[in-house]
């Protein structure tokens, strides 16, 4: 689902009022929810540019609750199984 920012994001965008660090914060969080796909294509087409060349990760970037990246494997307690 999309949040208020992202439609606020989205429109700024459009109107080319983003500079390249949101531009990319942006991207990242509709790859993340994968919105960007359901946009129109041109979204798609930017998102697998930025993702080509390493500017936003196809991977979704997972928060904790203080919005700091989590690691991608957790050790579970007592070892793996």
Do not use: C
């Amino acid at each position: 689902m999309y949040k208020n920012d992202d439609v606020d994001d989205i429109i700024a965008y459009e109107h080319g009022e983003l500079d390249h660090d949101a531009t990319l914060a942006l991207f990242q969080r509709l790859v993340d929810s994968g919105l960007v796909w359901n946009l129109q294509g041109s979204y798609g087409r930017t998102a697998t540019r930025f993702i080509e060349a390493g500017l936003v990760t196809d991977r979704p970037q997972v928060r904790d609750d203080l919005g700091l990246p989590e690691t991608t494997f957790r050790v579970r307690q007592g070892g793996a199984k």
